[in-house]
């Protein structure tokens, strides 16, 4: 049983990492602009982290999961992090900052799926459930993104590495308190089924590649948002206020979810469903926004949009692989928003940014959620007639004897 104490530090160390982290993301293409780099340039930059996380993810999910020990891993790339951001500012040369970039996100893009994984692993055969200690994660992007806007606005955005190093070593010291994150049994990695057990899954299979679909639009508008405001003559402390209501909403989510979701495969998946049709909503009202506080207002269906797919969608990584393999399921799931998806959004949602202005950007990216909307309505007619059949979905029963 995991005691109250490790309990409270899961909870501060999610506020901290996901305080810190909204900083640099929300103000990140901002710091570019300033420097002078273009939205296409910008939009490379931050599409290298995407490309590394298809990597890293697996690479410290592995590790994470071999150890039987997220708390090291964690604490290793907090570490990495703080050290090399320190190069990504001091350098304006492009090939040295994308170099730098690249080694940045080798150690920050495997941050969130490691910190769920460590939040299933903690609270494993006990009452507790993952919302309530991943609304923290809210708190702090919410609460630290709307207070760093007035912080930048008097020190300048130049010195955004000073407030973010700060945050980082904040959560360095708290990390060293957390649980180690440890799970019984191994046997999927000691039989070197490690690959198998992950992807073995058809279902968890098709539901990492439609994710795709639905991500890429999303972290479109998460690399071009702040400069959409911009664009529509919003301010940083607007910027800031944005990534608040973002976050801040998610909180009942997760909360309503924690109290109501029935973990039955088939009435996720269905939930996927409606999610992704809230997306395609969502996208097309951001593509005809005429003003920054429009697009604030707009964003506030982020909460039941990413909110609600990146609640379910954990709580199905976790069921759809075995128990032993989560952190590496986690980080599978993980390349769905920040992987493939990020290097098309920040490659492709750069060039029509600037070509096509960002009204087509959202536009296109409704399309391709709607893609995503007949993908998963398929899957889901599928699943269901699975499971009035009786058809092992889950790792559950696939591992039982004689199932196939």
Not at 88 to 111: D, R
Request: hydrophobic share 55%; aromatic share 14%.
């Amino acid at each position: 049983m995991a005691k109250k104490e490790s309990l409270l530090v899961v909870k501060l160390f999610n506020f901290s990492l996901y305080g810190a982290l909204a900083v640099l993301m929300s103000y990140f293409p901002l710091y570019f602009q300033e420097v002078g780099f273009s939205t296409v340039t910008i939009g490379l930059l931050l599409a290298g982290g995407p490309f590394v996380s298809i990597f890293a993810n697996p690479f410290w999910g592995y590790w994470s999961d071999r150890l039987q020990n997220i708390k090291r891993i964690l604490i290793i790339m907090l570490i990495g992090n703080v050290i090399v951001v320190q190069i990504v500012f001091q350098f304006n040369a492009l090939p040295l900052v994308f170099l730098a970039m690249l080694l940045f996100f080798n150690f920050q893009s495997p941050l969130f799926s490691q910190s769920n994984s460590l939040i299933l692993n903690t609270i494993e055969g006990t009452k507790y459930k993952f919302g309530t200690f991943r609304l923290w994660g809210s708190l702090g992007w919410a609460l630290m993104a709307v207070a760093a806007g007035p912080l930048i606005n008097i020190v300048g955005i130049k010195n955004l590495w000073i407030l973010y190093s700060v945050m980082i070593i904040v959560t360095i010291l708290i990390g060293l308190k957390l649980p180690r994150g440890k799970v019984e049994g191994t046997k999927a990695i000691q039989k070197g089924g490690y690959g198998k057990a992950l992807l073995g899954n058809k279902y968890f299979l098709v539901f990492v590649i439609l994710g795709v679909l639905i991500s890429v639009p999303n972290s479109i508008n998460h690399t071009f948002l702040s400069l959409y405001i911009r664009e529509l003559g919003g301010s940083v402390v607007l910027v800031g206020w944005s990534a608040f209501l973002t976050a801040i909403f998610e909180v009942p989510v997760f909360l309503l979810f924690d109290r109501y979701l029935k973990k039955h495969t088939p009435t996720m998946f269905g939930l996927l469903v409606l999610i992704s049709i809230l997306f395609v909503f969502r996208w097309y009202l951001m593509s005809i926004a005429t003003g920054p506080l429009q697009v604030v207002f707009f964003q506030m269906l982020h909460c039941i949009t990413f909110g609600g797919y990146y609640y379910i969608g954990t709580t199905l990584t976790a069921q759809l692989v075995p128990v032993e393999l989560r952190a590496s399921g986690q980080a599978i799931y993980a390349l769905t928003w920040g992987g493939i998806s990020g290097i098309i959004a920040g490659i492709f949602g750069g060039w029509m940014f600037q070509q096509l202005g960002p009204n087509v950007m959202y536009f296109v990216s409704a399309m391709i959620s709607l893609l995503g909307v007949v993908g998963f309505a398929a899957l889901w007619m599928k699943i269901s007639r699975a499971a009035k059949q009786n058809i092992a979905i889950d790792r559950r029963t696939e591992n039982m004897p004689g199932s196939q």
